[in-house]
């Protein structure tokens, strides 16, 4: 609190100003390339200025939602489909790994908790060829589950949920509900997760943007191009082998198009973003 | 906390709308393999050609007791991987694969690919030149896969720039010198061609031109036979022209290469039979203004041909229905109705000789100004030296990215010949290393 009545004081410093503006002029670089890139047609993609628009943006996506009977737009629903139920499960379980670690005492817990920070040490990419072989054994591969399935345990999740159910959920809620007789999961279902829900959209928007952007799990998995996400289907369209030209303008078009949810999602859901470092900071 | 209510409400309904979009559609699609009796036999075909799937419509509306599924692929390495690792995990293999020549041998080895000589395919031999048809039953009795298609190199050049310069088109690597010496001192910003680090494929087919035949199989023992004389002569000669720099050093199909085309900073590709494809791609508008010419030749008495890239349809050791599958391939690779469509949809350049001369009539739209451009490629495919690869092409492949960039980065001619010894000592090692018996 201290610090925000005395900013409100102070000149803003320039430097720090300065700072932040390159930063944000970093950040934002890219996406003026993929603006300008995207308008482009394939002759003036390589040839004219880098940063200067041109006027074939809706050519591009036009072309784009052609090519292949409108396979774009399928692969934009089944990244949807994975990163949106993904995520959700994946907060779920996370929730429910993170209220039971942080408020049970059972034999081995402190185990399971080292070792689960351990999974958060091992990057997803190292576990996608293990986990293909492990699908393939029950004839999971080549299938939305074999995508789905895998995104559903993140370690890292468990171990935010953990945290924020210890910060979030007051033992002596928990003991009154048992004292007036709830079940556990009622308890967990309708007490801690509307308590935890600020730290759970947190794990909800870091899972979404995790599986939005994962290449290496659905590349494995996946034979059939219906069921690509956006990112393994737009390198194909930059492969598609030495006999054919990769279609730069397709991929630029489709690049720009496969980022606005993510932008809305961020802008939809920032409030409660900063509802949550609020309480955050009351609670802590 | 209001609004958190809401917006987890809000969450929970579009995913389960999400979900029961999503997980009704996977019943929709064919199953791999499954077939009863009474209903068609379904096939998964994973290929990467464009618009194949055009092709095998034609097929699906013909044969309604074998259905196929093409299941559209990112090029043919990553196609390969995905298979042998399906191969490993004993599941999730497609019944049909678009497999390149030199992955076959790879394949054969992991136990990817069955024997169709038993099969409707294994009567085809007569449709394909014997170099070809060497290539898919690696000289022995078994039948790996149907040739589909082939790429012959020759030589693309900017007919307007040589006019302009009064060059006359190079028949011999000496004129082909000459000619970028010529073009380069005119304007030095342009290049006859480029010497590509990237490209594998592209050198092989150079050193299959002046003789050279990488591996060679006798018994069970395979050999590695790179750094011979016919690969290090073309290794000299190329690191010549780009010691002198009268050759570009930077790989095809990078941006800048592209642009290259297109501005005629590169006036002439060495490249196959696909190559106006990716010149229509790329060069959109210098449309007219290119032709094509047989290889420049090291001895114009004997003329030889190299072989970039080309495919076969082979079938998986995984497939349940192998004879249903090896009628499809047989069909697609060797049908004149079938070849007219792979010629028109997806753009190859066909391995079955007699469907490749009555398909292939006029010229691509991009060299309309050249109307004997078939001819060209016939006579080169008819040429096309025998090459003999191995089963660790990709060791070979990576070991000329790595080897052969430093060299183009040097520009020293003599760092080439290094590259190429360089390339034999890590195939040979490799092989070794694998359990293989080399001589």
């Known amino acids: ?14 430097v720090s100003t300065g700072i932040l503006l390159l930063g944000a002029l970093y950040c934002l670089f890219p996406i003026i390339w993929v603006v300008a890139a995207a308008s482009k047609d394939s002759s003036q993609l390589f040839s004219t200025f880098t940063l200067a628009p041109s006027t074939h943006l809706w050519d591009n996506i036009v072309d784009l939602t052609q090519y292949r009977d409108g396979l774009f737009w399928r692969w934009m629903m089944n990244t949807a489909l994975y990163a949106g139920v993904g995520a959700i499960l994946s907060t779920w379980v996370s929730a429910l790994s993170g209220y039971v670690l942080a408020k049970f005492d059972f ?135 030495a006999t054919a030209p990769a279609m730069y303008t397709l991929v630029l078009a489709g690049a720009l198009l496969s980022i606005i949810p993510l932008i809305l999602l961020f802008l939809l859901l920032q409030r409660y973003w900063r509802v949550d470092l609020a309480a955050g900071a009351v609670k802590a | 906390m209001r609004y958190s209510f809401r917006a987890g409400a809000a969450a929970i309904i579009t995913a389960a709308a999400l979900l029961a979009t999503g997980c009704s559609t996977p019943a929709n699609s064919p199953e791999a393999g499954g077939s009863g009796s009474g209903t068609p036999v379904e096939l998964t075909y994973w290929a990467w050609a464009p618009n194949l799937e055009k092709v095998v419509d034609i097929w699906n509306q ?53 024997d169709l000589s038993g099969t409707a395919a294994g009567g085809t031999k007569d449709s394909f030149p014997a170099g070809v048809w060497d290539s898919v039953t690696l000289g022995g009795d078994a039948l790996y896969a149907v040739p589909q298609d082939t790429g012959p190199v020759v030589f693309y050049y900017r007919a307007d720039i040589f006019e302009n310069l009064g060059l006359s088109v190079p028949t011999t690597w000496d004129e082909y010198a000459a000619a970028a010496k010529t073009i380069h001192d005119a304007d030095p910003s342009q290049f006859l061609g480029t010497f590509s680090s990237n490209d594998a494929g592209w050198f092989t087919a150079m050193s299959q031109q002046a003789g050279a035949s990488w591996w060679g199989v006798d018994g069970d023992a395979w050999s590695v036979n790179i750094d011979k004389e016919p690969t290090q002569k073309v290794a000299n000669y190329w690191g010549g022209l780009v010691e002198s720099g009268v050759i570009d050093n930077q790989p095809m199909y990078t941006p800048a290469w592209n642009t290259g085309l297109n501005t005629g900073k590169q006036v002439g590709w060495l490249s196959a039979a696909w190559g106006p494809g990716v010149l229509s791609g790329n060069a959109e508008s210098t449309a007219g203004k290119w032709k094509v010419a047989p290889m420049p030749q090291w001895d114009a008495s004997k003329p030889a041909t190299g ?9 998986t050791t995984q497939s349940k229905n192998v004879e249903a599958a090896a009628k499809f391939a047989t069909w697609l690779n060797t049908d004149p109705e079938a070849i007219k469509a792979l010629v028109t949809e997806t753009g190859i350049y066909p391995a079955d000789s007699a469907g490749a001369k009555s398909a292939l009539t006029a010229p691509p739209a991009f060299f309309s100004n050249q109307p004997d451009f078939y001819d060209v490629i016939a006579k080169a495919a008819a040429t096309v030296s025998n090459f003999t690869y191995g089963p660790n092409v990709n060791v070979a492949f990576s070991a000329y990215n790595d080897e052969f960039a430093k060299a183009a980065q040097s520009k020293k001619q003599s760092d080439f010949a290094k590259a190429v010894s360089n390339m034999q000592t890590i195939t040979t090692d490799d092989l070794k290393k694998t359990g293989f018996t080399v001589k």
Do not use: C
């Not at chain 1, 171990?159 to 033992?171: D, E, H, Q």
């Open chain 2, 307 to 315: 072989n970039w890239g080309g495919s076969s349809t082979a079938v």
């Open chain 1, 1 to 14: 609190m201290s610090t925000a009545t005395m900013s409100t004081k102070e000149k803003p410093s320039v």
């Open chain 2, 62 to 114: 013909k044969n309604p007791d074998i259905h196929v599924t093409v299941n559209k692929q990112d090029g043919g390495d990553p196609a390969v991987t995905k298979l042998l690792t399906a191969i490993k995990a004993g599941s999730g293999a497609p019944d049909l694969i678009q497999a390149e020549y030199q992955k076959i041998p790879t394949l054969v080895s992991a136990d990817a690919l069955a």
């Open chain 1, 107 to 241: 034999p081995g817990k402190s185990g399971v908790f080292k070792v689960l920070l351990m999974g958060v040490l091992v990057p997803g990419v190292i576990l996608a060829i293990p986990q293909y072989l492990m699908l393939a054994q029950v004839g999971l591969t080549n299938t939305y589950w074999s995508v789905l399935l895998p995104q559903i345990i993140s370690p890292y999740g468990i171990y935010l949920a953990r945290i924020y159910a210890a910060a979030a959920v007051p033992n002596d809620v928990i003991e009154a509900a048992r004292t007036e007789g709830a079940k556990e999961l009622y308890i967990f279902n309708r007490i801690a997760v509307p308590m935890m829900l600020p730290g759970l959209v947190t794990i909800f928007l870091f899972q979404f943007v995790a599986v939005w952007n994962n290449f290496m799990l659905p590349y494995i998995m996946l034979g059939n191009d219906q069921l690509f996400p956006i990112t393994v289907g737009l390198n194909g369209l930059l492969n598609q082998g």
